[in-house]
């Protein structure tokens, strides 16, 4: 069975702290792809990164980046000097190769207090 | 700019009531989904869709049903609203394919009374 674990249920931090988002997943396949969403306080999921299990490159886009480790089984996503504007629920998803079904992990809630 | 709409985007109905959401992408997706958010839960597949004519139950199934008639829109149909079914509904697509994502509708606050 496929599982995606985000054992972070809401995170606080103050302005330019540097905070990490966990996401573990489950998957028997050998090929799938695992993706990052926001959902910032209006209520709109906004895509953020999509990973494919051939590519453990770390990603870095501007003040995001994105650690993806098949050994431990996790693709944790890191916010650098973080903002008030970071403040959301991120979501972490799993999907099969052979498949366009998403699963997705429960959210952690990210409060950035200036 | 291509966009996926849903309408309504706050609905309040009663208890054994049918009621349509609407769901509209003009990506020219192949692909649609329908998922219902809640607290603890994440979100959950309920409908998807893989072109005209094509549908397939997801997790959470019961009580909900879709048709595909173009390529355009997937509504989701709530046969007799239940209280259970007080949820925010979002709408998804995607190109056919490994290397694509979903994007995701501004989602819809039903609220059962």
């Known amino acids: 069975a496929q599982k995606v674990t985000q054992a972070q249920t809401e995170i606080s931090v103050v302005e330019k702290e540097d905070v990490t988002l966990d996401c573990v997943y489950e998957?028997?396949?050998?090929?799938?792809?695992l993706f990052w969403y926001k959902q910032p306080p209006s209520g709109e999921l906004v895509f953020l990164i999509r990973?494919?299990?051939?590519?453990?490159q770390n990603e870095i886009s501007g003040r995001y980046s994105w650690n993806f480790q098949k050994s431990t089984s996790s693709f944790n996503f890191t916010i650098t000097a973080s903002q008030v504007v970071d403040s959301a629920v991120y979501f972490c998803?799993?999907?099969?190769?052979?498949?366009?079904?998403?699963?997705f992990g429960t959210g952690t809630r990210l409060q950035v207090f200036p | 700019d291509a966009e996926i709409t849903q309408s309504p985007r706050h609905k309040i109905t009663e208890t054994g009531r049918q009621v349509t959401l609407a769901c509209h992408q003009t990506?020219?997706?192949?692909?649609m989904f329908w998922y219902r958010q809640d607290l603890g839960h994440g979100l959950r597949l309920i409908h998807y869709?893989?072109?005209?004519?094509?549908?397939n139950k997801g997790e959470v199934s019961d009580g909900y049903s879709v048709s595909r008639s173009n390529t355009e829109d997937l509504p989701l149909t709530l046969e007799s609203a239940a209280s259970s079914q007080t949820s925010v509904y979002f709408c998804?697509?995607?190109?056919?394919?490994?290397?694509?994502?979903?994007?995701f509708g501004p989602g819809t606050r039903l609220t059962v009374t």
């Open positions: 990506w020219n997706h192949n692909n």
């Open positions: 998957t028997r396949d050998t090929t799938y792809y």
């Open positions: 990973r494919n299990s051939f590519d453990e």
């Open positions: 998804a697509s995607s190109a056919s394919g490994q290397d694509y994502e979903q994007y």
């Open positions: 998803a799993l999907r099969s190769y052979n498949t366009d079904k998403l699963i």
């Open positions: 869709s893989y072109g005209v004519q094509d549908t």
